[in-house]
């Protein structure tokens, strides 16, 4: 599909986008927080793509904010705790159909 934002003319593959997710989700913990900037690049656009609520997004249970604080806080042991928790979210939130 495309699409334009102001000026911009964008391209993404719906397609491109489940498999790019399945590989996320397939990821061990060690894998997926060393891939973290790319998950959150990945989450931002599906949240954006799926029109999901900002309020459900980016509030201090959303996966954005989750994902930031993982970045943020990695050295957190709380933080470090709920990160099965974040991948759950993030499975959960950034679904796509079949």
């Known amino acids: 599909m495309e699409y334009l934002i102001g000026n911009n003319q964008y391209a993404a593959s719906y397609q491109e986008l489940r498999e790019e997710r399945a590989r996320f989700t397939q990821m061990?913990?060690?894998?997926?927080?060393?891939?973290?900037?790319?998950?959150?690049?990945?989450?931002?656009?599906?949240?954006?793509?799926?029109?999901?609520?900002?309020s459900v997004v980016l509030s201090d249970e959303g996966i954005v904010h989750q994902m930031a604080h993982l970045i943020h806080l990695k050295d957190e042991p709380l933080v470090m705790a709920r990160l099965g928790e974040i991948r759950e979210l993030f499975n959960k939130q950034l679904q796509l159909a079949a």
């Open 28 to 54: 061990t913990d060690k894998r997926f927080l060393k891939e973290l900037p790319a998950a959150l690049h990945f989450a931002v656009f599906v949240c954006w793509f799926k029109e999901l609520p900002s």
